[in-house]
């Protein structure tokens, strides 16, 4: 993959986030190697990445030697230099994390929380920032944003204020103003899927895909999508409800209305009534304890309609790889990924180049660690349209 800049003068803000998105997938880059990945000048490069070090978001490495003249000194991003907040909230747990710019983890609080409701959630929350923002002290200037991720849809008469995937009586509570609010910080909300695919960009399996799907299996079934480097939320940010697309008429009875949605034979709230737990309680580790054999036999559901919706997504979005992750614990996941040969044919498996099918981050941190990348992804992602203004 290769993101070019252009030397426009209005389009700085552009240009530093591609220097950035360089050093960002290659580790490390001497200014030599930003022009050339870039297309930018090399004067233009030298001053942004001058710019980039005064503001403590690049820093030098030790010179490398390379023939005659002067070493060139290559430059990394500074892990410490910003900081930014992910939340995940779903209809068991609260899960707060701080993570620097390359993703690691500083601080983390996992809550259980049963049918969590606005005003008492929102007070935790303030506890939690609160803590955070004594930790960091001076540094919490640092901190670029928060990242929200509830279940979706958002927004959708008779789906999201009814169901196991939604949240019940946050249906009218705008969470970015009053996180916002109580912060101080700009907070940006997401669904599940989208913010998991944010995370794989930039931590993951996806970081030199310019686009794929991520197919999310958490209580429900959404996709994440990332299309020429830039997430497609949709009219109303629910692109990606694949878990509503019919995939068996006549099937299971969803609570949307339809019959055969394909969250009803993928997500973990069909593992969850197949192998017999209590889906208002159960949580995803629960399914390592349930007898090999019964999973097997639903993983047996599973393949059709998991076929079908890969099927789908490669010939919807042609995208470089669907890559698959969220709460299924990893080694559960794994079992599922390894019988889903053979794959129907799709445009993806006319012109296969890459693999169409990669495993992608798993467990309970997945959201919460996708969340805390929002605020990065919003500051330093490329974003073309600064070029018309």
């Known amino acids: 993959m290769k993101t070019s800049g252009t030397n426009l003068e209005h389009a700085r803000a552009h240009n530093r986030r591609v220097i950035i998105e360089a050093i960002r997938l290659h580790g490390e880059l001497t ?69 620097d710019l390359t993703g690691e983890i500083h601080f983390r609080r996992l809550i259980l929380v049963q049918k969590p409701q606005p005003d008492a959630t929102l007070a935790r929350i303030a506890e939690v920032l609160s803590e955070i923002k004594t930790q960091l002290g001076d ?3 640092k901190v670029l944003g928060i990242g929200v991720v509830m279940p979706g849809p958002f927004g ?26 109580m912060s101080g910080v700009p907070v940006t909300l997401e669904n599940d899927a989208t913010v998991a695919a944010i995370g794989e960009r930039f931590h993951g399996v996806a970081r030199q895909l310019n686009s794929f799907v991520y197919l999310y299996i958490g ?42 949605c394909l969250e009803r034979y993928v997500s973990l709230q069909a593992a969850y009534e197949f192998c017999g737990l209590d889906p208002m309680i159960a949580l995803p580790e629960d399914l390592l304890e349930v007898d090999p054999a019964l999973f097997d036999k639903w993983i047996d559901t599973v393949l059709t309609p998991l076929r079908q919706a890969i099927n789908l997504l490669e010939c919807i979005f042609d995208a470089e790889s669907v890559i698959i992750g969220g709460m299924m ?17 799709s445009v993806r498996g006319r012109y296969l180049t890459g693999t169409r099918v990669k495993v992608g981050m798993t467990g309970s941190d997945t959201a919460a660690l996708g969340a805390a990348a929002l605020p990065i992804f919003d500051e330093f ?7 018309m203004k």
């Open 31 to 99: 200014r030599a190697e930003l022009a050339r990945l870039t297309a930018l000048t090399p004067q233009t490069v030298s001053n942004i990445v001058a710019e980039l070090e005064q503001a403590e978001l690049l820093t030098s490495r030790a010179p490398r030697k390379q023939g005659r003249g002067q070493p060139a000194i290559p430059v990394t991003l500074n892990p410490a230099s910003a900081f930014s907040i992910g939340i995940h909230l779903d209809h068991q747990t609260l899960l707060i994390v701080l993570v």
């Open 139 to 141: 540094r919490w200037q």
């Open 156 to 181: 959708v008469e008779g789906i999201s204020s009814m169901g196991p995937t939604t949240l019940h009586g946050w249906e009218q509570v705008n969470i970015e103003a009053k996180l916002a609010a």
């Open 219 to 260: 209580t429900g079934l959404g996709a994440g999508i990332i299309m020429d480097g830039h997430v497609y939320s949709g009219h109303a940010h629910n692109a990606g409800e694949v878990g509503h697309v019919v995939v068996e008429p006549g099937g299971r009875e969803c609570y949307c209305g339809n019959q055969g």
């Open 329 to 345: 614990p990893a080694v559960l996941l794994d079992k599922i990924i390894r019988r889903l040969p053979p794959l129907y044919q």
């Open 381 to 387: 992602n490329p974003q073309f349209q600064v070029l």
